[in-house]
């Protein structure tokens, strides 16, 4: 079963706005990530926060984790209509290099 | 670098055949995934090697998938005979030992259509 839900599936706000994109999952992790992909390119990897970890920041990005509630948030802050593309949480588990992904959130950001 | 490279990056087929797709991960990466895309089931992982060796194959959807990656720098996906149902676009992933840890770096993709 998929481990991280991503909600909601599809997003569309106005360029400046913020945008916030959640992701839920069902088992203890140790760590979750963030990626982008747009329409017809592969995943690129955003932003790593580990299980010790309660918030991380990168650029226009921040990233809460909540173990207890076993949620995260992306947050991209004066979104840009570049930043339209599919965002997916992945979570890893154990000493493998192993993630599990969820299926994503549609972001569309309208100039 | 230059990143995870994938070829073909299209693939059209006849259902029946043979396909093989191909994967070059960033030099010196120890991790090699190979995952599967589709509109209803999302991105699953296939299998993933660890300096060569496969660890998890169970990914695998059935025995008309195989992958082998017989060195550092090279994997292929096989899958043979290939099916409509297998339509989707195939990713490949490296991964480096001890970097941020679990930072996956993706290559563009092949897209593949069995007909």
């Known amino acids: 079963s998929q481990q991280g839900e991503e909600d909601p599936q599809a997003l569309s706000i106005q360029e400046g706005e913020n945008a916030t994109m959640n992701c839920s999952y069902k088992t203890s992790i140790n760590n979750l990530q963030w990626y982008r992909q747009n329409s017809g390119r592969g995943l690129v990897h955003l932003i790593l926060i580990r299980s010790n970890e309660r918030e991380k920041h990168s650029g226009r990005l921040r990233v809460t984790l909540d173990t207890s509630k076993k949620s995260s948030s992306l947050l991209i802050t004066a979104s840009r209509a570049a930043d339209t593309a599919s965002y997916f949480c992945?979570?890893?588990?154990?000493?493998?290099?192993?993630?599990?992904f969820g299926k994503g959130t549609l972001l569309t950001v309208n100039p | 670098d230059a990143g995870v490279i994938q070829s073909p990056r299209h693939e059209v087929t006849e259902m029946g055949q043979e396909v093989t797709l191909r994967c070059k991960p960033i030099s010196g990466h120890d991790y090699l995934f190979w995952y599967r895309q589709t509109m209803m089931r999302g991105l699953e992982l296939l299998i993933y090697?660890?300096?060569?060796?496969?660890?998890?194959d169970s990914g695998m959807p059935e025995d008309r998938f195989s992958a082998k990656m017989p060195n550092a720098s090279f994997s292929t996906l096989k899958i043979q005979p290939s099916e409509p149902r297998d339509s989707a676009v195939y990713f490949c992933?490296?991964?480096?030992?001890?970097?941020?840890?679990?930072?996956?770096?993706f290559g563009p993709g092949t897209r593949l259509t069995v007909t």
């Open positions: 090697f660890n300096n060569n060796v496969p660890i998890d």
């Open positions: 992945a979570t890893g588990k154990g000493s493998n290099y192993k993630l599990t």
């Open positions: 992933a490296s991964s480096l030992t001890g970097g941020l840890g679990y930072e996956q770096y």
